[in-house]
């Protein structure tokens, strides 16, 4: 295992964790009385090294430079396939290390994402994705 991250389920409150391996594998659990339960796997085909989650969206680093949008259903069960965004920090494709995400209302009441990648090279890539309506 590679990177993981906890959770509150809004729901019912339920402790959630995802993991990141080097297999490429990203895997959802629920931990209830101490017995942690899987809930969902899909692949990405290749090394996580960072992921974050905010409301239904598990943003997962990858080792290919590559960052992948997993939609989440029931905050924790990962729907069909993964989205890919290549080489979000630069051509050279470097691989993202560590992630930020962070939600904000608009005036309108729309909501917004802010997502911070920062890549074993050094850089850093700020992105703002606006949800669609």
Known sequence: CLCVKWRR???DGAILLFAGFGSGKVASFS???GILTSISKVSVGV??????VVDTMLLVGCSD????LIQL???AVFEVSPVLWN???????????CISMSTALGDRRER????ATGAENGSIVLCE???AT
């Open 73 to 75: 259903s029931d905050e």
């Open 65 to 68: 430079g590559g960052l992948r």
């Open 47 to 52: 090394a996580v090294q960072s992921l974050d």
């Open 9 to 11: 389920r809004h729901e």
């Open 31 to 33: 931990l209830v009385d």
């Open 87 to 97: 080489a979000v920090n630069g051509k050279a494709s470097p691989s993202i290390r």
């Open 112 to 115: 917004y994402y802010y997502c």
């Open 129 to 131: 994705l606006k949800e």
